[in-house]
């Protein structure tokens, strides 16, 4: 096994690399999910793959236009210090990699030489394939980071259910779906489209697959190109890249019923100041035994006072006037850390005015964009009963 990557090829190289780096597991305690496996196929290019228990990611590197390839062959490299290695490398050095067995690999870069031992890739393995058919649609980058940005948050931590760990996808033949949420909160995000599925397509990824796929995205320039079955999502991007995950196993729970329909109380406000307003007043409720803030909403003052209070540390309050607000008065209280991180990706996304509406003191409220998207976009959050 042998091939070159000249000054001109490091760059992609190295992304490669670090993105295939992402995909391994030093904690597991099967060794070959710490390996990265790399095959060579003279003529034709390279190969990068790292699998874990829960995905696995191919990429290839062109034969001419990625590196010169001389011979065939294939290894396991230590990922943690061949991704320092590759490092190492300076932008006008040429990378040559060779081996004669599946023992040893020599890496030399500008005047450094390495040998290092390597394993037989014959006991890496290999992950699943999933039959084409019905289940396949394309999407946009684009299209799917906005899924994943506007949904991963609500998504449950390791404490949570396992079913909620994740964030369910609804593929329809006319749209996509995105839900993700804790029991506590509650994101959703609806892109129209015609996507060519015949039959409905529901999968739950889980936050580690996911986060996996948006580190990817900003490299891709091409259709994604994805497959589901029960229990697996493959993700392909032209011959170059290709990912597959296994699916979280259980039933999503029925989300539609919880989406207020109606308000009897609503007010609009400038996104980035008050996630500022939220902010300052959250310096308490952090410190303090329970992270609540309270809305004291008046309409007939056009004002909202935001508290919070610590028993050891003391109280805040923040007075926001002159703003849009009708219905009734209302106390509310809710997470902070939830608003501010719905008003987050609201910032990011260039939103930059929101709507809150409420039904009653202990019913879910909506914190929405006031935006033509705004059908597209949901954020659910529950009240916290405060004695």
Known sequence: MKFIVNAEQLRKFNIVVSVIAKGVDQRSSIPAFQLIKLDVKAGKGLTFTSQNSEYGISMKLQDNKDCTTFSDGSVLLPAKLFLNMIKKIKATDELTIESDDT????????KSSYELNTMDSSNFPKPKEV???????????????????????????????????????????????????????????????????????DTTLSVNTLKFIQSLLPYVKSKLQLSSNHDQFILKIGDEIKFVSTT????YPQVDALIPQDETTKFSVDTESFMEFIDRVRLISHSGENNVVTFNIDPAEKSISLSSNAKTYGNCQQDVTSIDIDGDKLEISANPDYLYEILRVYKQDGIDEVAFSFTKPLRPFLVNPLTDKQSEIINLVTPIKVY
């Not at 964030?167 to 994101?187: C, Q, W, Y």
């Not at 979280?248 to 039933?251: F, K, L, P, Q, S």
């Open 103 to 110: 023992i040893t690999t020599t890496i030399k870069f500008g």
């Open 248 to 251: 979280i196993e259980g039933e």
């Open 131 to 201: 039959e084409k058919g019905q289940s396949d649609f394309e999407m946009d980058a684009a299209e799917m980071r906005n899924l994943i940005h506007n949904t991963l948050f609500s998504a449950a931590d390791s404490q949570g259910r396992e079913i909620l760990q994740g964030v369910h996808l609804i593929i329809k033949p006319d749209s996509i779906k995105a839900i993700g949420t804790d029991s506590h909160r509650l994101s959703s995000f609806e892109i129209q489209k015609d996507t060519g599925v015949k039959e409905k397509i």
